[in-house]
């Protein structure tokens, strides 16, 4: 066993995606760091090469916790792990079951955190919010009991002291405080990573949780992303309209990825693939739009807003990337302008 491990949490719904992005973890040359998946539910599937899928009971407390209305409890065991589950390790680095890892991670373990407990990427909520609701934002933080003007950090990839989370008793911490605030939570773990560790979390480079609303940007290549984070509505796995925003690249990336999985026609066809015939086209189009879990209207409002969004975004996202850069806010352990 090695003192560091890269863990997923999955339900029944992300356990593909979160299989295959166990399997990129433990096929890294060289790797010095354990891959784990958790799971509250038995799964008769194998683990992927390198890798071990651990059933998660989680503590009954759990079940009555706020969830938004695509979550399961297992994304609280983030807040649980250390001292349920991870107890042998020293260091952890936690990543989101929808995500494609696209380089080595070993930089993670490797990283001064510079006295910090965790660390994590700003959430890409600050660039949307910039020019509607941010009012709101800030009086929301302010109820949990957050500085509105401090960094909000996502918790789809997190590096972990494990000793430090241990010390601070940060499950303990974190049960009273959904006890007492669970009601007003919006983005559950996530909130209470951001209010338990105020201060005590480091900035990580945005390559390493590399989010939907950056894609398309023209930043790619500067930033150069080890992990991409498919936190929008739309999945490259499951919707049509994803190549209209961020063209093939990802849907294709992810039937590569499925090829030699036990799910391997998760990906339909008519997301990637060429045709020879147009019928065939438009029959497997049809496919997956059936499949997708997203009305045609939710779907076309989306667009449209992300649309109208994207010039903004270039700006804002290049500007607060660059200025972070150059303040030195970012760990990185990778050696790139980001």
Known sequence: MSRNVVFFAADRTYLPIAWTAAKTAAAEPGRDFDVLILTEDAVSVPAPPGCRILQMALPAVIQGW?????????AYARLAAAELVLGDYERAV??????SIHGP????FALDLRGAVLAMVEDCGRYLRDA??????????RALGLDPAAVYFNS???VMDLAAMRAMRLWRQAQDFIATHGERLIFMDQDVLNVLAAGRIAELSPRWNFMTHFFGLGLEAEVMPRIRHYVDVLKPW?????QLLHGLEAPRHFARLFADSPWAGYV????YGKFRLPWQSRAALRQAENARQLTPEAVAAHVAYFQALAARLRVSVRQRFSKSAAEGRYIDGVSNEF
């Open 66 to 74: 706020p969830r938004l209305p695509h979550a399961s409890p297992i």
């Open 94 to 99: 936690y990543i989101d079951s929808d995500t």
């Open 105 to 108: 991670l070993a930089a993670l």
């Open 132 to 141: 509607a609701d941010q009012a709101v934002w800030d009086d929301y933080r």
């Open 156 to 158: 789809g990839v997190i």
């Open 238 to 242: 499951r919707d049509p309209e994803w």
């Open 268 to 271: 339909p066809r008519g997301l």
